[in-house]
Each structure stands twice: as structure tokens, then as C-alpha cells.
């Protein structure tokens, strides 16, 4: 008697790339809008690191879902060994080239860089960044008197 076969459905003809293990989206508060082509580069710094880095550039919609690099190991296949590597534990960096969005000179903070920890159990990491023109200090202000603090704390005051 022969076996049975499993059923399994091609993929659609308009399916999409599988989605990396990792991916980003920016998000301009001073417009309320998505931020479109901002240069953002990948990159693992620890253990075997810094490796050469991944690029992309933020789509209409403000994010990022797959990566270019040279020539090498995927981001998948980083991904699939994570276990492999110092417990498992991985430290990576996302920088977003912030300078030549708001053009150079027109902000603070010409590149922003996240740096995050990945674990052994890969999955999806999701990494939004919100951007805002930090506002000037009043001229009345002296510059010991501002200090950042974080948005939350256990610090009452």
C-alpha cells in the first residue's frame, strides 16, 4: 500500500524574501512622517566582530527589512550559528547616518548608533527609532544648568 504524500502548498508567486532576524524603522517626529533614506548600516561587534558591515537605506515607509553586504556569510546564517559563539551571545551595532537626512550641520547628532545584545535563540529582533531636532537652549540658561535625564527612572522628583 503506498504511503500518502503530504500536502504542502507552493509558495505564492508574489511572495516575499523570508524576513531577516533583524530590522529597523525610523520614524521623523519633527514631521510625524516615516523617514525615507536614511543610510543604515549592520554590523556584529562581538564576539567574532566587528565583521564587515551590512548597509541598507530606509524605504518611503521608513524601515528596513533586508540587508546587502559583501560577499559571505547571510544574516540568516549568523543567525543560525548564534549557539556556536561565547554562549550565545551576541553584541551588534545599527548606525543611522542622521547627518545627511537632516543634511550636515542641521543637527546635533550626525549619526546615531544602537548597540543591543542578541541571544542564543535568535528570533526577530525589531529596532525602532524615533528622530527629533533637539530644541536649542534659551540663551538665559547657562550650560551647567541642563542636564538629560532618562524618560523613566525610579528616581522620583
Not at 96 to 101: L, N, P, R, S
Request: negative net charge; proline residues 13%.
Amino acid at each position: 500500500m503506498n504511503e500518502p504524500t503530504p500536502l504542502t502548498a507552493p509558495p505564492p508567486a508574489h511572495a516575499s524574501p523570508a524576513r531577516e532576524p533583524i530590522t529597523c524603522h525610523v520614524l521623523d517626529l519633527t514631521t510625524g512622517r516615516p523617514a525615507a533614506s536614511i543610510a543604515v548600516s549592520l554590523t556584529l561587534l562581538q564576539p567574532l566582530g566587528p565583521s564587515a558591515p551590512l548597509t541598507a537605506v530606509t524605504s518611503s515607509d521608513g524601515r528596513v527589512n533586508q540587508w546587502s553586504g559583501e560577499a559571505g556569510s547571510s544574516l540568516s546564517e549568523v543567525f543560525a550559528n548564534l549557539d556556536k559563539h561565547d554562549g550565545g551571545r551576541t553584541v551588534w551595532s545599527l548606525k543611522f547616518d542622521t547627518g545627511a537626512y537632516f543634511g550636515h550641520g542641521n543637527t546635533f547628532f550626525p549619526e546615531v548608533e544602537v548597540k543591543f545584545f542578541v541571544d542564543a535563540h535568535g528570533g526577530h529582533y525589531h529596532l525602532p527609532l524615533l528622530l527629533a531636532v533637539p530644541c536649542p537652549k534659551p540663551p538665559s540658561i547657562p550650560n551647567n544648568a541642563i542636564t538629560m535625564r532618562p524618560l523613566f527612572s525610579d528616581d522620583p522628583e
